[in-house]
């Protein structure tokens, strides 16, 4: 089992930055393909970014592809999320998700329902 927080979410200006991070406690975190969804008042949960239990392998949502980077740190158990050239419609609570390898079924990166292990949540609002 893994637990996961969420940190670095705040208010910002379009065109502005921020570094979201996910701190996950629980053995093994090497073996878990990270996610980060998003979900804004009003809407369905969607999918971001993800990046794999190997290093390396990564892929995003076509709306943030080019502005969003994602990275692990599997020494420190972390995973981050670097968002650039914010806009106002990247407004809403950010999830970081964890999936364990060895969990039977198909992982689908994009789908929340591969995912077992959510966070709290973290807010980013961008003003326009």
């Known amino acids: 089992q893994v637990q996961l927080v969420e940190s670095g979410g705040g208010l910002v200006q379009a065109g502005g930055s921020l570094r979201l991070s996910c701190a996950a406690s629980?053995?093994?975190?090497?073996?878990?393909?990270m996610g980060w969804f998003r979900q804004a008042p009003g809407k369905e949960r969607e999918f971001v970014a993800h990046?794999?239990?190997?290093?390396?392998?990564?892929s995003y949502a076509d709306s943030v592809k080019g502005r969003f980077i994602i990275s692990r740190d599997n020494a420190k158990n972390t995973v981050s999320l670097q968002m650039n050239s914010l806009k106002p419609e990247d407004t809403a609570v950010y999830y970081c998700?964890?999936?364990?390898?060895?969990?039977?079924?198909?992982?689908?990166?994009?789908?929340?329902?591969?995912?077992?292990?959510w966070g709290q949540g973290t807010q980013v609002t961008v003003s326009s």
């Open positions: 998700a964890a999936a364990s390898r060895y969990s039977p079924g198909s992982y689908y990166p994009p789908s929340d329902a591969s995912y077992a292990y």
């Open positions: 629980g053995r093994f975190f090497d073996s878990y393909n």
């Open positions: 990046i794999a239990w190997t290093v390396g392998s990564t």
